[in-house]
């Protein structure tokens, strides 16, 4: 891509607006909604708009009107990466070919993890954490301070758990796949219990998380709301945090300290930490008893809607979709459910809009009584089988390869000694 090519990627709000045939107002509104991203134009007012996302919202319907030249910005190098684990098209998206949907109802998460890592899938898999391991997790976990949250706990485990194994370094498959099912077993059960739930040693993953997100005994169909999230967020092709965990791995460093990255970058209340703000809108909405206010008050002080749209979907995130479907058959979610539909609803009324999956996951945290951190406990675990999936990806390619070329905009040199 030429300089001049690379500049004419970003849109003034005029320009976007102009794009879509509609106000200022109503563009930030489709911010607001998730629709669009935008970036502070630096040492200025006003916002940057990407081309491509105003183009793939004109194309679902929107008015286009002639454009003036696009305003320049520059761009980062873009480096593509090959990968055999997630495929993302047409609103569905696949694990290693099979429909993810499909497989969350089907199987379990550590069975679906497994064939993942193997492409052997073996009803009834268990993981179970290493004695070592697990005794350095829960001190490690019990020596943060009170107010600590769970991915916080999490990322403490995971240092202790890579301490306690002499094999860490080890990037065999085999090996490496061995010190994955320890250590998603090890940050689970080192997580402290919720109220005074009496610890119940084996069982699912899901069993096992659920006893420490929340003291509300599990039903059936709850675990099974919790069992398919596991699955659905196993990996979403190349996210921050995978990105972040496949540049670990390039380095070559060692699956825990892979996790470490990945969990790094989910910290962020872009990514892994969205949930938390879709529970706390949610429980807004059912203490004020109006979706309605609630979604205006967000619009008003110029707040994205949490839980709302996906830039990788055009309709509703198919991992949303299939966790409200099971929450439907959860008698004790649907208050919770339908404060979320009417988030939707209201939000809505002027643009087309759909549920992602962290509404969903905030569906699950509200109405099972769990904490606000709770849906990003869940996205971490989860997630953690997808980031060492990219690790023994990236274990077999070329050392180093993920290692992008900066573009300097500094002073040219010679430049005087400061």
Do not use: C
Not at 25 to 43: A, D, I, K, M, N
Not at 290 to 311: E, F, K, Q, Y
């Amino acid at each position: 891509m030429t300089e001049r090519a690379a500049q004419r990627r970003r849109l003034t709000t005029k320009e976007a607006a102009q794009r879509l045939g509609v106000k200022p107002e109503t563009l930030y509104s489709y911010v607001s909604r998730g629709l669009l991203s935008s970036e502070r134009v630096s040492g200025g007012r006003g916002s940057t708009f990407d081309a491509a996302e105003v183009d793939d919202l004109a194309r679902r319907g929107r008015r286009v009107r002639p454009t003036a030249p696009e305003e320049p910005q520059a761009t980062a190098h873009t480096m593509p990466v090959t990968t055999g684990i997630t495929l993302i098209e047409d609103d569905r998206y696949y694990f290693r070919g099979v429909d993810a949907v499909e497989l969350a109802t089907r199987f379990g998460y550590e069975e679906v993890a497994q064939w993942l890592w193997t492409g052997t899938l073996r009803p009834g898999t268990r993981f179970s954490a290493p004695g070592e391991a697990l005794a350095a997790a829960e001190r490690a976990v019990a020596a943060l301070p009170a107010h600590s949250g769970l991915t916080d706990r999490l990322r403490a485990a995971t240092v202790a758990a890579a301490v306690a194994d002499p094999l860490r370094f080890d990037l065999t498959p085999k090996t490496v796949i061995a010190a994955a099912r320890g250590l998603i077993a090890t940050l689970v059960d080192s997580l402290p219990l919720a109220g005074d739930r009496f610890h119940r040693p084996g069982g699912s993953i899901a069993h096992r998380l659920w006893s420490r997100l929340t003291p509300s005994e599990a039903d059936a169909a709850s675990i099974n709301v919790l069992q398919a999230a596991l699955v659905l967020l196993i990996d979403h092709d190349l996210a921050a945090s995978t990105v972040a965990a496949r540049v670990a791995a390039s380095s070559r460093a060692h699956p825990y300290a892979v996790v470490s990255a990945g969990l790094g970058a989910l910290d962020g209340p872009l990514h892994g930490a969205a949930s938390g703000l879709a529970h706390r809108m949610l429980t807004e909405v059912l203490e004020r008893g109006s979706a309605a206010a609630v979604v205006s008050d967000h619009l008003r002080t110029g707040r994205t809607v949490p839980g709302l749209g996906h830039r990788l979907y055009r309709g509703e995130d198919p991992r949303a979709r299939a966790l409200f479907e099971l929450l439907a058959q959860v008698p004790s979610a649907e208050r919770t459910l339908d404060a979320a539909r009417a988030v939707v609803r209201a939000a809505a009324r002027d643009a087309p809009v759909h549920a992602n999956v962290d509404l969903a996951l905030g569906v699950l945290s509200v109405s099972a009584g769990m904490p606000s951190e709770a849906g990003e406990a869940v996205f971490a675990v989860a997630r953690t089988a997808g980031w060492i999936a990219h690790a023994l990806e990236e274990y077999g390619e070329r050392p180093l390869r993920m290692r992008p070329r900066g573009q300097y905009t500094g002073p040219r040199p010679p430049q005087p000694l400061p």
